[in-house]
């Protein structure tokens, strides 16, 4: 299995045999049901246990044990990275990250922040999909209110001269009314940032730490005994990935028919019924044995 697959079926298929049969309990210091329930803002269903697969599965394989043993020693260790208690112990050197779009945001905080959320997206992973990372960044016109976009016009006012003798210019945009022609250099429109520089770092960093951490259990999960664990089948950089294209329609081989449009009739009409031959209409009353017939 794949480092993902390994995660999966550990997580999803094999930990939930496992359940702890002890009911819940609230704090005891009022003997009032109703006191009670306000403790936990509502009424709490006190199954004796909780629900999941049922006893007949049997335990957890023990592998799917020593892979969770692995997690929980692998997330205590990124937590306290996060912190700046503990040194990270994956390697992010193969993972080109676009650092220089974080602007004036903080590059430690950003780490932390994306250190702190690897554990859970290592669950998430298994259970659902992969960290998403999207494209780069996302800027859209500003519009007017009747829908169409915004013209703006840099406007230099003259303000006197300096010691030196050179005119100095105050500057202001303001919308262009009109729009000059061709030759009017000086239009520009205004934009909105749908996906700012930052928003693509954090994606970057959440991705890339989930990829590496994967990358740190392989090695570390090689001693199993009913599986091999291979390296990840994502990516290292998606965002550096080229799209997909998209696959033209296999051309039809099938031999074309030939359909003669005179024998079709248009649709929607009822079939004209022929008239009847003139030999089938016989008038009982004049009818005359052959014999007796005179030319």
């Known amino acids: 299995m794949t480092i993902e697959e390994a995660l999966r079926w550990a997580i999803r298929d094999e930990l ?3 359940r702890e049969d002890r009911p819940i309990r609230g704090p005891q210091c009022a003997h009032d049901p109703i006191w009670r329930m306000g403790v936990f803002g509502g009424p709490i269903d006190n199954w004796s246990r909780e629900p999941g697969m049922p006893p007949a599965m049997g335990d ?23 912190a700046g208690s503990a040194v990270c112990p994956l390697d992010l050197t193969p993972y080109p990250i676009q650092v220089e ?9 950003m780490i932390s922040t994306a250190m702190h959320a690897t554990p859970s997206w290592l669950v998430t992973g298994a259970i659902r999909s992969r960290p998403e990372v999207c494209g ?6 500003v519009l ?30 303001e919308v262009a009314t009109s729009k000059g022609d061709g030759r009017d250099t000086g239009l520009f429109c205004k ?30 999960l090689q001693f199993l005994t009913s599986i091999e664990v291979l390296p990840p089948q994502a990516p290292i950089a998606p965002w550096l990935e080229p799209e997909e ?8 081989l099938r031999p074309a028919r030939i359909v003669n ?5 248009p649709a929607g009409r009822r079939t004209v019924r022929r008239p009847a031959s003139e030999v089938r209409r016989i008038d009982p009353t004049t009818w005359v044995p052959p014999g007796e017939r005179t030319a």
Do not use: M
């Open 16 to 18: 939930p045999k496992r």
């Open 60 to 82: 957890p394989h023990p592998d799917a044990i020593t892979i969770e043993a692995h997690l929980q020693v692998l997330s205590e260790t990124l937590q306290r990275a996060a």
């Open 101 to 109: 779009l974080r602007g004036k945001a903080s590059l430690d905080v």
């Open 136 to 141: 780069g960044i996302e800027v859209e016109p």
């Open 144 to 173: 007017s209110a009747n829908g169409k976009i915004t013209l703006w016009r840099t406007v230099h006012t003259s303000c006197g001269e300096g010691p030196d003798g050179k005119p100095w210019f105050t500057s202001h945009d």
């Open 191 to 220: 934009l909105n940032y749908t996906r700012t520089g930052v928003e693509v770092l954090e994606e970057q960093l959440r991705y890339a730490y989930w990829h590496a951490a994967l990358v740190y259990l392989v090695p570390a």
């Open 245 to 252: 294209q998209e696959r033209a329609p296999l051309p039809n």
């Open 261 to 265: 449009l005179k024998d079709r009739r």
